[in-house]
C-alpha cells in the first residue's frame, strides 16, 4: 500500500529537537517513529501506554524527587541490591 496519508501537528520546537535527537540515536526517523506509533495504537485499540493522572501521594513524591527531599544514595548497584547505602 503506498504512504500517501499525511499527518501536520503544532508542537514545541525546543520538544520537536529533543525527540528528534532521540529518534535519530534509535536509527529512527520521524516518519518511521510516527507509523510506528500509529501501528501500535492499532494493534492496541487505544493509546500503546497509560495515560493516567497521578494521585495526591504520587503527585508530592515526584514534587519531593525534583525537590530533591528524601532522597536515597547508593554506592553503587550491588550496594543497592543488598539494601545498604
Known amino acids: 500500500m503506498s504512504k500517501t496519508g ?3 501537528a503544532r508542537i514545541e520546537p ?3 529537537q529533543d525527540a528528534e535527537e532521540i ?3 534509535l536509527g529512527l526517523s520521524v516518519t518511521e517513529a510516527i507509523t510506528l506509533f500509529y501501528r ?4 492496541h485499540r487505544g493509546l500503546p501506554f497509560q495515560v493516567r493522572i497521578p494521585n495526591e501521594t ?3 513524591a515526584m514534587q519531593e ?3 530533591g527531599i528524601n532522597l536515597s544514595e547508593w554506592t ?3 550496594a543497592l541490591k543488598a ?3
Not at 501500535?40 to 494493534?43: F, G, K, L, T
Request: charged share 35%; no cysteine; proline share 0%.
Open 14 to 16: 525546543s520538544v520537536k
Open 23 to 25: 529518534l535519530k540515536d
Open 40 to 43: 501500535q495504537v492499532v494493534m
Open 58 to 60: 504520587t503527585r508530592a
Open 65 to 67: 524527587a525534583l525537590d
Open 83 to 85: 539494601g545498604h547505602r
Open 76 to 78: 553503587d548497584l550491588d
Open 6 to 8: 499525511m499527518i501536520r
